[in-house]
């Protein structure tokens, strides 16, 4: 009994990380708003000392 719940575990996270490994694929292709990075300008100021 235990051997089919290690089994079952085993299956579950294999078909997982096929579906994360798809999503990250296609993804981009069905949800592009997920996937872009957000369109900000950020300007920070930089002070420099001289002879650093």
């Known amino acids: 009994m235990l051997w089919r719940l290690i089994k079952f575990l085993f299956w579950l996270a294999l078909l997982g ?6 999503y990250a694929y ?6 592009p708003e997920d996937f872009d990075p957000p369109q900000e300008e ?3 100021p930089v002070t420099l ?4």
């Open 17 to 22: 990380g096929i579906a994360l490994v798809a």
């Open 26 to 31: 296609v993804g981009p292709i069905f949800f």
């Open 42 to 44: 950020i300007r920070l």
């Open 49 to 52: 000392e001289p002879g650093e």
